[in-house]
């Protein structure tokens, strides 16, 4: 998932130099209450909250400072080593990761927050259109589905897709499903990543546990 990143990162700074005028006001509203069964995990720098069930392993970008922590994290989650390794750099736009333990067919379910900084007169019109224009040149990704939803922020843009992703072991197919909202001058990508096998119980949990977003 190393090159989504990188994507992610030369389609924002390309939505920036989009910048200009029209921007909106955001409509926020209440985050949902943390459902049964999840427990909210409160991220300091940047001061942002999200649940995620339970038996899910976590580790923020404070957490990432210490070697121990990141070593174990990434020992215990081979897959998501790209990962753990862009959240434990300097200034990382990856905030958050959050695994299910639980792998199916050798592969966990796993959420990851990203920011990053965009000018604030940027309307949600602008930067989703210069999102979706950047994820379809990507020749891994295809069936992209997308809707407009709110979390807590503001406006939401809501992305499905299959992601053809490369490991040692192989390649295999992913379905991912994201949510972007912008909150003041930044950026939150809600990266959630599951099979094809799984996706019908997961995309319960990813809306739950989106749903419950805030910026504090």
């Not at 081979?78 to 300097?90: D, F, I």
């Not at 927050?113 to 379809?136: D, G, I, N, Y």
């Not at 053809?164 to 949510?179: D, L, N, P, T």
Request: with cysteine.
């Amino acid at each position: 998932m190393a090159a989504v990143f990188r994507r992610w990162v030369v389609v924002l700074c390309l939505a920036a130099v989009a910048a200009g005028c029209g921007g909106t006001t955001q409509t926020q509203l209440p985050p949902a209450k943390t459902p049964a069964g999840f427990r909210l995990h409160t991220v300091s720098d940047p001061k942002f909250a999200i649940a995620v069930p339970q038996a899910w392993r976590t580790l923020d970008a404070r957490q990432a400072l210490s070697s121990s922590r990141t070593k174990a994290f990434a020992q215990a989650n081979p897959e998501l080593s790209a990962e753990v390794e862009t959240l434990a750099r300097p200034n990382s736009p990856i905030k958050l990761l959050a695994i299910d333990p639980h792998a199916a067919q050798g592969f966990a379910t796993s959420l990851n927050v990203l920011q990053t900084r965009l000018p604030s007169k940027l309307s949600f019109e602008k930067w989703s259109a210069a999102e979706l224009a950047q994820l379809k040149l990507v020749r891994s990704i295809s069936g992209i589905r997308q809707s407009e939803t709110q979390l807590s922020p503001g406006r939401t843009l809501k992305l499905t897709y299959r992601a053809r992703i490369r490991r040692q072991r192989g390649s295999f197919q992913a379905v991912i499903r994201q949510y972007l909202v912008k909150h003041n001058d930044f950026l939150y990508v809600l990266t959630y990543t599951t099979l094809p096998a799984t996706v019908a119980r997961d995309r319960t949990i990813f809306d739950l546990s989106a749903r419950t977003f805030r910026v504090e």
